[in-house]
């Protein structure tokens, strides 16, 4: 199999990595927490003239007609940065249901003010004591003449608090935890009845808490009573993204730490000539390579139609993002010694954004269970 990159491909690779080493080092990083929004307007209006927005958009919507490959290439690289933009909660999630949920009309409707960078989603799907489990939703939606009306809580809205609309999921009956009964529904995140909390994550990124009180839907994607296959559709794509951004997470991770223990003496000589350290350096690189094996094959199994095939890919995925992004970030620190707990070198950003991304949608022990219930990664029956 050919994993060579096409020529468009490189370059939109290439464009993006040149982007950001001009305008995305770990000091720009932080100004562009400190701004209002939590990140940089003028880096998302640069990626959209990239046309990074437009990227898994058909072209009829105004997009470019990429797939997941190139969404691995993005995220990879804004993972080495650390990006705050919300490129994952947008393009990934929000452009996600729209694709693969949305009608025709909503798509001519909805897409372009993706692609064009205009307007920013969140997906408000997490709700207290749901513990990993996608179908615990008390959020009801009820039935007002020709729409719907919502009203709920929702936690840990990835980039909530400056999101323009948002995906919401809710209960058009059954009860929590059961997977028929679910609906996704777009929502105007400025409608009467729509309240946000904002706050920043551990991570430098930003979430809200998200409270619903009789508010009217603008759109229903699909059946309201049968939304949770499109939803564990768009998770495990957005997985995928996550591996993939863990490869850049953990790839510069590792970049740092090499260049610190070539650079830092002790006894005389740099601490990068003790055996011992050059072993640990080592197991951060092949705890790299296995996580980038695994996001390209999460990557390859994004679009499948195969439910079951496709969970267990994302599955292995976040297993392997757990592990590995634990074992690399606890080596990076210790290789740093106690720099390395301080806010002020970058290598504790990187750990804490994997510790993170371990936890979204799943941490590593969770999808293992779930992996194990499925009979491992690859159907032995097939």
């Known amino acids: 199999m050919d994993f060579d990159l096409t020529e468009e491909q490189s370059l939109i690779k290439d464009q993006l990595d040149r982007l950001l080493k001009d305008r995305y080092g770990f000091e720009d990083r932080k100004k562009y927490m400190a701004a209002a929004e939590g990140f940089s307007p003028d880096m998302w209006s640069a990626y959209a003239e990239m046309g ?26 804004f993972g080495r940065v650390l990006a705050l933009e919300p490129y994952f909660a947008t393009v990934v999630l929000g452009g996600g249901f729209l694709r693969s949920g949305a009608s025709d009309e909503q798509k001519a409707e909805l897409i372009p003010g993706i692609a064009d960078g205009s307007t920013k989603y969140a997906f408000a799907q997490v709700e207290r004591g749901a513990r990993y489990d996608l179908a615990h939703i008390s959020t009801t939606a009820a039935k007002d003449g020709s729409g719907w009306k919502l009203s709920g809580a929702k936690s840990l809205v990835l980039h909530g608090d400056s999101a323009d609309r948002l995906i919401v999921t809710a209960r058009t009956g059954g009860e929590a935890g059961e997977e028929a009964g679910v609906g996704v529904f777009v929502v105007d995140a400025g409608a009467t009845g729509v309240s946000r909390r904002g706050y920043p994550t551990q991570d430098g990124l930003r979430a809200a808490e998200i409270s619903f009180d009789n508010v009217r839907a603008d759109h229903v994607l699909g059946d309201p009573g049968n939304g949770m296959p499109l939803v564990r559709t768009v998770v495990d794509q957005a997985i995928a993204a996550l591996a993939a951004e863990a490869v850049g997470v953990m790839s510069a991770m590792h970049e740092l730490t090499v260049d610190y223990i070539k650079v830092r003496k002790q006894f005389g000589v740099a601490i990068g000539q003790f055996q011992v350290l050059q072993h640990k350096a080592v197991d951060m690189y092949i705890a790299t390579e296995q996580m980038r094996s695994i996001a390209m094959f999460a990557t390859m199994m994004a679009d499948s139609d195969d439910a079951d095939e496709r969970a267990r890919a994302m599955h292995a995925a976040k297993v392997e993002l757990g592990r590995g992004g634990r074992l690399a970030g606890e080596n990076a620190i210790q290789l740093h010694g106690g720099v390395g707990m301080t806010t002020e070198y970058a290598v504790t950003h990187y750990f804490k954004r994997l510790t993170m991304m371990n936890t979204l949608f799943g941490d590593g022990d969770f999808h293992l269970r779930k992996l194990a219930a499925l009979g491992g990664l690859f159907d032995k029956a097939a």
């Open 52 to 77: 990074l927005m437009a990227l898994p958009f058909a072209e009829g919507h105004g997009g470019i007609g990429g797939g997941p490959v190139e969404t691995m290439i993005v995220m990879e690289s």
